[in-house]
């Protein structure tokens, strides 16, 4: 599994407004707590809503005969590879097209 590192770039006066409520000794890993399990928290909910999205639709899937995968990485492997997924850019970009006319 790789790992994926991401900069956050704050202005000092931002810094210490995250200082003013979160707990931190001047060194930002109260900081860097909160980003990670921020993230995390997202991420738990986008599994969470795929999880309950896709495995309704494998269940209603007549030619879907397989066995869901049961631990995430597999589970979503098994998503992205189908034919009908769509990521959030590709469903947006077709909610505007219609939008658009």
């Known amino acids: 599994m790789a790992n994926h590192t991401k900069t956050v770039t704050i202005t000092d006066a931002e810094q210490k ?5 979160i707990v931190d000794d001047g060194d930002n890993a109260g900081v ?3 980003i990670q399990t921020t993230v995390d928290g ?3 909910a986008c599994w969470n809503r795929m999880r309950t ?4 639709i494998l269940m209603n899937d007549a030619s879907y005969t397989d066995d869901i995968p049961s631990n995430q990485a597999a589970f979503v ?3 992205i590879a189908r034919d009908d997924y769509k990521n959030r850019k590709v469903v947006d970009d077709a909610e505007q ?3 658009d006319g």
């Open 17 to 21: 407004l995250l200082w003013d409520t």
């Open 32 to 34: 860097d707590a909160w």
């Open 42 to 44: 997202k991420i738990n």
């Open 53 to 56: 999205n896709w495995t309704k």
């Open 77 to 79: 492997a098994l998503v």
């Open 97 to 99: 097209a219609a939008l």
